[in-house]
């Protein structure tokens, strides 16, 4: 399966059981493991057909246990699981393991917040929980996604003076989605 993708639906009711697991680690594991159907089949003497399709997520027991979920999650019939594969790919595996790293990270504090007073004022910038001091460029893009892969995003870019034995200017810069192709 190459790059396939949960449902909104299917992530809400994926996220309502296990909060602590992020959306993308959901979506490495399908493209990983991918999906089960289960068939429920009535059959009469003379005739057979398929009453409810079930779909679940079956990955190994060790990686479920590392994750802290069940091996198998069997979605509701109510759920639509379906999902969207878009015609580019990406390295599921660099994913998977991007997210795997970065699940911890993910609380309910703000990426990035940047409070501006007024015009003429310094913004006041906080990143992953932290307040940038010693601003020296700020940067901030987004733009609606459409229905094409290299439309829409995020960038940011945050430039700031650190002050240790030698001083230095730390960039960090994100480009997401559309933006990445730029």
């Not at 399966?1 to 449902?7: C, H, I, L, T």
């Not at 429920?40 to 997520?57: A, F, G």
């Not at 759920?79 to 911890?104: G, K, Q, R, T, W």
């Amino acid at each position: 399966m190459k790059e396939a993708f949960f449902s909104k639906e299917a992530m809400e009711y994926l996220q309502s059981i296990y909060p602590h697991v992020n959306k993308s680690m959901f979506n490495g594991l399908l493209n990983m493991y991918g999906l089960k159907s289960n068939n429920k089949i009535t059959d009469k003497s003379w005739c057979s057909h398929i009453v409810e399709t079930r779909y679940s997520l079956v990955i190994p027991k060790e990686v479920s246990e590392e994750l802290g979920i069940a091996n198998e999650i069997t979605f509701p019939e109510t759920v639509n699981v379906l999902y969207h594969v878009p015609s580019n790919n990406i390295d599921v595996v660099d994913a998977l393991s991007y997210a795997c790293e970065h699940m911890v990270e993910q609380g309910d504090e703000p990426l990035l917040v940047i409070e501006l007073e007024n015009e003429t004022a310094v913004p006041k910038v906080i990143y992953k929980g932290k307040e940038i001091r010693l601003k020296r460029h700020i940067y901030f893009d987004w733009t609606t996604r459409t229905g094409e892969p290299t439309e829409g995003g995020l960038t940011y870019i945050v430039e700031h003076y650190e002050r240790e034995e030698h001083p230095a200017v730390n960039r960090i810069e994100r480009r997401v989605e559309g933006h990445a192709f730029k």
